[in-house]
């Protein structure tokens, strides 16, 4: 649309259950908040106006963030989403144990987090393609939402320019009968047939209740 969010980070994502009656399945959607920073693409932050060393929060902030003048891109985003896609494959923050001086340094350096080696190919190679460092060849979001990591039927060709085209990536959680929840709850009747003496029989053919409870 033409703005820049400069704030991306997994505390302004917002996910929304969405439950279908029919199939059991739950969706979320997917939304973000926070647009305190956002500005028009191609513009100069109002961050770097009142010297601030970096636009958005260090842990997520992109090589662009900690220089002085550049204007902001698209693309400072996608390196944004490359940072909250590496925590959640890894299970920790982006440039975790390191101060804010420290991530500066390492950007203007040309460094970016380290990707663990327990992260899956698809996700290590989507997470590279978001830390390219030069902006441009980090594509475009139109792109990156046909990489194998967000699905792996389609693959990336060409440069990626902004086709317009819109798709929706969704995480399906199958949730359990209801019939087999409310199970336990109820009484059961139970008839034991036994073919041995008659005194047992007069006792055993009565039916008898019995209730299960929760292990």
């Not at 989507?126 to 460092?133: D, L, T």
């Not at 399906?172 to 019939?179: Q, Y």
């Amino acid at each position: 649309h033409g703005y820049v969010h400069c704030d991306l980070k997994p505390e302004n994502l917002l996910l929304f259950p969405r439950h279908d009656q029919e199939t059991r399945f739950c969706s979320y959607e997917l939304k973000i908040s926070d647009f305190g920073l956002t500005i028009k693409a191609g513009e100069e932050s109002v961050c770097w106006e009142t010297k601030s060393p970096f636009v958005g929060t260090p842990l997520y902030m992109s090589p662009e963030s900690v220089r002085d003048g550049t204007t902001v891109e698209k693309t400072l985003d996608l390196w944004s989403l490359g940072c909250v896609v590496l925590e959640m494959c890894a299970g920790k923050h982006p440039w975790s144990g390191f101060s804010v001086d420290d991530i500066k340094s390492r950007l203007l350096c040309g460094k970016a987090p380290e990707i663990p080696e327990t992260v899956p190919c698809d996700a290590r190679k989507f997470v590279e393609k978001c830390f390219a460092r030069k902006p441009e060849e980090r594509g475009s979001a139109s792109e990156l939402l046909l990489h194998p990591f967000l699905n792996g039927e389609r693959k990336v060709d060409g440069a990626g320019g902004g086709g317009g085209e819109r798709r929706r990536v969704g995480l399906r959680i199958r949730k359990p009968p209801e019939r087999f929840e409310d199970i336990a709850k109820k009484s059961l009747k139970l008839k034991i047939i036994s073919s041995k003496s008659s005194q047992f029989k007069r006792v055993s053919n009565k039916p008898q209740k019995v209730k299960i409870g929760r292990p």
